[in-house]
């Protein structure tokens, strides 16, 4: 059977508590599974080159199913909410529902990137990316 990233996502708890808990994590989560190849981290996946990948559309899909609210669309180029909407020197003067807009889009990562701790997560879940654009 090939591995599969989206059934061992769903079916690990302690990810599942990640991507419920914070949005931001969800998204970071959505935006390292597009544009990128992903392979179990074992000798014989990696010898075989048995890959595991997925498109925007999907990943999109597959945050929303996991938090259970949603569909594709709610995530789907959210990594392009990530540009700058104010000035920093203007925040200041925006309402709080309207920082707290602009702080969730500036912490928004672009698609195929992969943070940090995603990068770890993945690794603890038994996973490697075989196409690999982590942050710098």
Not at 35 to 58: A, G, H, M
Not at 70 to 77: E, I, K, L, R
Request: hydrophobic share 35%; net charge negative; glycine share 6%.
């Amino acid at each position: 059977m090939k591995p599969n990233l989206e059934a061992d996502i769903k079916a690990t708890p302690w990810i599942v508590e990640k991507i419920t808990g914070d949005k931001i994590y969800a998204q970071h989560l959505y935006a390292a599974i597009c544009n990128n190849e992903f392979t179990r981290n074992d000798v014989w996946p990696i010898l075989t080159e048995q890959k595991w990948s997925c498109s925007w559309r999907y990943a999109g899909g597959l945050i929303a199913e996991v938090l259970g609210e949603g569909d594709y669309m709610d995530w789907y180029c959210s990594g392009s909410a990530g540009e700058e909407i104010t000035p920093e020197e203007d925040v200041k003067y925006l309402e709080e529902d309207e920082k707290r807009v602009y702080l969730t889009r500036k912490s928004h990562v672009s698609e195929g990137l992969v943070t940090e701790e995603i990068k770890t997560d993945l690794l603890r879940l038994g996973w490697i990316i075989v196409t690999d654009k982590t942050e710098d």
